[in-house]
C-alpha cells in the first residue's frame, strides 16, 4: 500500500491488523469513556460560554476524524478545561454571549484552528510548539485551572459575576454576594465536596471491602453520573427550578446539525491571534499525553501527522455546532486504563454519545448547572501545580522568572496575555543563554586521548597551544562573543602560537557566525597565531568548504583533538 498514504491516513495501517480482541478492548474502553464524557462535556460547553448541546456535538464528529487521521491510539479528542476557558476569553471580548453571533463565533474559531493545525502538519511545523517550554506550560495551566476554578463560583453560589482574570472574578463575586442562592450554594457545596471525596477517598474504601482493582476503578469514575443522576433528580422531585435553581434546560434531542462558521475577513482577522494560541496549547497538551502513553506500550506517535488529526477534527468541530477541541489528558488516561487498543475505541465512544444526544438529553432538563460547576472544578484543580515554583527556583532562576511571570500575568491579564508573555519568555531566555555558550579551555588527560576543562581536571596543556571547546551551535546570537573570548585569551599571552577550536557540539555554523571565524582567522594571523579546527561534523564541513573558508583558514582541520595537538606540536 502506498505508504505517503498510510501517512496521512493511519487508520489504514492499523486497520487492517484489527481482531476480534481489539474490538472487545475498544468497546469496554469506549463505554467507560462515554460515561466520562456525557457531564463533562455539557461542562466545557458551559465553561466556553456555549449551550450545553454544544459540549456533545464537539464530542462527536471529531473524536470520529480523529480516529481516521490521528497517530495515537489512546488518544480521546474533545472539549478541555483550559481550551474552552481559551475560548471564552477570545470570543467575550468580540461577541455577546447567549447570542447567535457567539456561537458562530466559536464556530470560526474552531475551524480558523483546525485549518492552522492542519497547516503547520502539512509543513511539518510541528517544532514550533517547542517554544513553550515545560515550565510555562506548567505555570499557564496552573493559573488557568485557579481561573476557572473561580469562574465557576458564580455557579456553584446561584450569583452573577463577570470578569476574564482572576482579580475582576473576585471583585465581580464580592459585589454579588448578597444575592446568593443558598439552595443552588447546597447543591454545589454537596456536589463539588462529593467529587472531590471520590477521587480521594473511595478508592481505599472499596478496596477494603474487598473489590477488585478493575471494578473499583470503575466505580470511581461513574462518580460524576452519580452526582448528576442525584442532583437532578433532587431539582426536578422538589421543584426547585421555581425556587431560584438554575438548570441546564430543554436541550435538541438530536445528532449534530451542519453549520458553517462565518468567512467574514473582519471577524477572523479578530481570531486569528487567540485561535494560533488555542491551536498551539492544544497541540502542547494533546501531544504530551499522547506520547507519554504510546511509551507505555511502546507506541510511536508523529507530532506532525498528530497536527493534521487534530487540525481536520477541530475542522470537523466547526461543521458540526462544536467549538475548538483537543486531545484531554483525564479522559486520555481513562481510555488508556481501560484497554483501548486503536483509535477505533474514540469512534465507538462517538457512537456511545450519538446515542446519548438522541435518547438522554430530555433527562438533563432538570440539571442544575451548580452541578456541572462542580465537575469543572474537581477537574481543573487537579492540574494545579505550585510545586513547580519551588522546583524552578531550587533548578534555574530564569526558568523560576518564566514561571513566576506566566502565573503572575494569567492570573492577572487573562489566559492570552499570560500565554504570550510565557511563550516571549521562553524565547528570550533561550536567545539569552545560547547568545554566551559555555566555552571550555580543555587539556589533554593523562594517559588518554581525551580532553577536559582545565578548571574541572588536572589536565596536560601546553604554551603555545590554546585549545577550546564550543559547547553550541554557533549563530548570530553568540558568534561575537566567541570572537571577544578568543580575543581576550591570545591577546594577553605572548606565547600563544596556535588556537584550536573543538568542534564536537557544533552542530550548525550560521552565515553571521561564518563571518566571526573568518573575522577570528584574520585577527589570529595578524598575531602570528593559527587557527585550527578539530572533530567537525560532516555537515558542517560541508558548510565551511562550500563557502571557501577551509582554503582561507591559517592552520588545519583535524579529526580528533588529540590528533590536532599532536600535529601542531609534530
Same mark, same amino acid.
Given at each position: 500500500?502506498?505508504?505517503?498514504?498510510?501517512?496521512?491516513?493511519?487508520?489504514?495501517?492499523?486497520?487492517?491488523?484489527?481482531?476480534?480482541?481489539?474490538?472487545?478492548?475498544?468497546?469496554?474502553?469506549?463505554?467507560?469513556?462515554?460515561?466520562?464524557?456525557?457531564?463533562?462535556?455539557?461542562?466545557?460547553?458551559?465553561?466556553?460560554?456555549?449551550?450545553?448541546?454544544?459540549?456533545?456535538?464537539?464530542?462527536?464528529?471529531?473524536?470520529?476524524?480523529?480516529?481516521?487521521?490521528?497517530?495515537?491510539?489512546?488518544?480521546?479528542?474533545?472539549?478541555?478545561?483550559?481550551?474552552?476557558?481559551?475560548?471564552?476569553?477570545?470570543?467575550?471580548?468580540?461577541?455577546?454571549?447567549?447570542?447567535?453571533?457567539?456561537?458562530?463565533?466559536?464556530?470560526?474559531?474552531?475551524?480558523?484552528?483546525?485549518?492552522?493545525?492542519?497547516?503547520?502538519?502539512?509543513?511539518?511545523?510541528?517544532?514550533?510548539?517547542?517554544?513553550?517550554?515545560?515550565?510555562?506550560?506548567?505555570?499557564?495551566?496552573?493559573?488557568?485551572?485557579?481561573?476557572?476554578?473561580?469562574?465557576?463560583?458564580?455557579?456553584?453560589?446561584?450569583?452573577?459575576?463577570?470578569?476574564?482574570?482572576?482579580?475582576?472574578?473576585?471583585?465581580?463575586?464580592?459585589?454579588?454576594?448578597?444575592?446568593?442562592?443558598?439552595?443552588?450554594?447546597?447543591?454545589?457545596?454537596?456536589?463539588?465536596?462529593?467529587?472531590?471525596?471520590?477521587?480521594?477517598?473511595?478508592?481505599?474504601? =472499596?478496596?477494603?471491602?474487598?473489590? !477488585? +482493582?478493575? /471494578? @473499583? $476503578?470503575?466505580?470511581?469514575?461513574? &462518580?460524576?453520573?452519580?452526582?448528576? #443522576?442525584?442532583?437532578?433528580?433532587?431539582?426536578?422531585?422538589?421543584?426547585?427550578?421555581?425556587?431560584?435553581?438554575?438548570?441546564?434546560?430543554?436541550?435538541?434531542?438530536?445528532?449534530?446539525?451542519?453549520?458553517?462558521?462565518?468567512?467574514?475577513?473582519?471577524?477572523?482577522?479578530?481570531?486569528?491571534?487567540?485561535?494560533?494560541?488555542?491551536?498551539?496549547?492544544?497541540?502542547?497538551?494533546?501531544?504530551?499525553?499522547?506520547?507519554?502513553?504510546?511509551?507505555?506500550?511502546?507506541?510511536?506517535?508523529?507530532?506532525?501527522?498528530?497536527?493534521?488529526? =487534530?487540525?481536520?477534527?477541530?475542522? !470537523? +468541530?466547526? /461543521? @458540526? $455546532?462544536?467549538?475548538?477541541?483537543? &486531545?484531554?489528558?483525564?479522559?486520555? #488516561?481513562?481510555?488508556?486504563?481501560?484497554?483501548?487498543?486503536?483509535?477505533?475505541?474514540?469512534?465507538?465512544?462517538?457512537?456511545?454519545?450519538?446515542?446519548?444526544?438522541?435518547?438522554?438529553?430530555?433527562?438533563?432538563?432538570?440539571?442544575?448547572?451548580?452541578?456541572?460547576?462542580?465537575?469543572?472544578?474537581?477537574?481543573?484543580?487537579?492540574?494545579?501545580?505550585?510545586?513547580?515554583?519551588?522546583?524552578?527556583?531550587?533548578?534555574?532562576?530564569?526558568?523560576?522568572?518564566?514561571?513566576?511571570?506566566?502565573?503572575?500575568?494569567?492570573?492577572?491579564?487573562?489566559?492570552?496575555?499570560?500565554?504570550? +508573555?510565557?511563550?516571549?519568555?521562553?524565547?528570550?531566555?533561550?536567545?539569552?543563554?545560547?547568545?554566551?555558550?559555555?566555552?571550555?579551555?580543555?587539556?589533554?588527560?593523562?594517559?588518554?586521548?581525551?580532553?577536559?576543562?582545565?578548571?574541572?581536571?588536572?589536565?596536560?596543556?601546553?604554551?603555545?597551544?590554546?585549545?577550546?571547546?564550543?559547547?553550541?551551535?554557533?549563530?548570530?546570537?553568540?558568534?561575537?562573543?566567541?570572537?571577544?573570548?578568543?580575543?581576550?585569551?591570545?591577546?594577553?599571552?605572548?606565547?600563544?602560537?596556535?588556537?584550536?577550536?573543538?568542534?564536537?557540539?557544533?552542530?550548525?555554523?550560521?552565515?553571521?557566525?561564518?563571518?566571526?571565524?573568518?573575522?577570528?582567522?584574520?585577527?589570529?594571523?595578524?598575531?602570528?597565531?593559527?587557527?585550527?579546527?578539530?572533530?567537525?561534523?560532516?555537515?558542517?564541513?560541508?558548510?565551511?568548504?562550500?563557502?571557501?573558508?577551509?582554503?582561507?583558514?591559517?592552520?588545519?582541520?583535524?579529526?580528533?583533538?588529540?590528533?590536532?595537538?599532536?600535529?601542531?606540536?609534530?
Amino acid at each position: 500500500m502506498n505508504t505517503r498514504l498510510i501517512r496521512y491516513l493511519p487508520i489504514l495501517s492499523w486497520g487492517r491488523h484489527y481482531t476480534r480482541s481489539d474490538l472487545g478492548n475498544d468497546l469496554t474502553a469506549a463505554f467507560i469513556v462515554t460515561i466520562m464524557l456525557i457531564p463533562q462535556s455539557l461542562a466545557y460547553a458551559l465553561l466556553a460560554g456555549l449551550p450545553a448541546e454544544a459540549g456533545l456535538y464537539a464530542s462527536i464528529v471529531p473524536i470520529m476524524l480523529y480516529a481516521v487521521f490521528g497517530t495515537s491510539r489512546s488518544l480521546a479528542v474533545g472539549p478541555v478545561a483550559v481550551v474552552s476557558l481559551m475560548t471564552a476569553a477570545a470570543l467575550s471580548n468580540i461577541v455577546e454571549q447567549g447570542t447567535m453571533g457567539y456561537a458562530v463565533a466559536a464556530l470560526s474559531l474552531a475551524g480558523l484552528s483546525g485549518v492552522i493545525l492542519v497547516a503547520m502538519g502539512l509543513f511539518r511545523l510541528g517544532f514550533v510548539a517547542n517554544f513553550l517550554s515545560h515550565p510555562v506550560i506548567a505555570g499557564f495551566i496552573t493559573a488557568s485551572g485557579i481561573i476557572i476554578a473561580a469562574s465557576q463560583l458564580k455557579h456553584i453560589l446561584g450569583i452573577s459575576a463577570e470578569g476574564h482574570n482572576l482579580a475582576e472574578l473576585v471583585v465581580s463575586l464580592g459585589r454579588n454576594l448578597g444575592g446568593i442562592n443558598w439552595i443552588t450554594a447546597l447543591i454545589g457545596v454537596l456536589a463539588t465536596g462529593f467529587l472531590f471525596w471520590v477521587r480521594k477517598g473511595l478508592k481505599p474504601v =472499596l478496596t477494603k471491602l474487598g473489590l !477488585g +482493582a478493575g /471494578l @473499583t $476503578g470503575f466505580l470511581v469514575k461513574l &462518580g460524576p453520573i452519580v452526582v448528576v #443522576v442525584a442532583t437532578t433528580a433532587a431539582v426536578w422531585y422538589w421543584g426547585l427550578d421555581a425556587r431560584g435553581v438554575k438548570i441546564v434546560g430543554a436541550v435538541p434531542q438530536s445528532l449534530p446539525p451542519f453549520t458553517l462558521p462565518s468567512f467574514s475577513p473582519a471577524l477572523l482577522q479578530q481570531l486569528l491571534l487567540p485561535a494560533f494560541l488555542i491551536s498551539i496549547i492544544g497541540f502542547v497538551e494533546s501531544i504530551s499525553v499522547a506520547q507519554t502513553l504510546a511509551a507505555k506500550k511502546r507506541q510511536r506517535i508523529d507530532p506532525d501527522q498528530e497536527l493534521i488529526g =487534530l487540525g481536520v477534527a477541530n475542522i !470537523g +468541530a466547526s /461543521l @458540526t $455546532g462544536g467549538f475548538p477541541v483537543t &486531545g484531554g489528558f483525564s479522559r486520555s #488516561v481513562v481510555n488508556f486504563d481501560a484497554g483501548a487498543a486503536t483509535p477505533a475505541a474514540g469512534a465507538f465512544t462517538a457512537v456511545g454519545l450519538a446515542i446519548a444526544a438522541l435518547a438522554l438529553t430530555p433527562l438533563i432538563y432538570f440539571l442544575p448547572t451548580a452541578t456541572l460547576a462542580a465537575t469543572i472544578i474537581v477537574a481543573v484543580l487537579s492540574l494545579v501545580d505550585f510545586s513547580i515554583l519551588k522546583r524552578s527556583w531550587a533548578y534555574n532562576r530564569g526558568d523560576f522568572a518564566a514561571v513566576a511571570t506566566t502565573i503572575l500575568l494569567t492570573l492577572a491579564l487573562g489566559v492570552e496575555a499570560g500565554i504570550s +508573555a510565557g511563550v516571549l519568555l521562553s524565547v528570550l531566555l533561550h536567545l539569552y543563554r545560547s547568545s554566551k555558550p559555555h566555552i571550555a579551555e580543555v587539556g589533554q588527560m593523562p594517559g588518554t586521548e581525551h580532553f577536559r576543562n582545565i578548571l574541572r581536571h588536572k589536565v596536560i596543556t601546553h604554551p603555545s597551544i590554546v585549545t577550546l571547546r564550543v559547547d553550541e551551535s554557533l549563530y548570530f546570537a553568540n558568534a561575537r562573543y566567541l570572537e571577544d573570548r578568543i580575543q581576550a585569551r591570545v591577546a594577553g599571552d605572548k606565547e600563544v602560537r596556535h588556537v584550536i577550536l573543538q568542534c564536537s557540539a557544533i552542530n550548525e555554523i550560521d552565515f553571521s557566525a561564518l563571518e566571526s571565524l573568518e573575522a577570528i582567522n584574520d585577527r589570529l594571523r595578524e598575531m602570528d597565531v593559527k587557527l585550527h579546527l578539530s572533530e567537525v561534523k560532516g555537515p558542517v564541513m560541508d558548510r565551511l568548504a562550500e563557502q571557501h573558508f577551509l582554503d582561507q583558514l591559517t592552520g588545519r582541520v583535524f579529526l580528533s583533538q588529540y590528533e590536532a595537538v599532536q600535529g601542531v606540536l609534530a
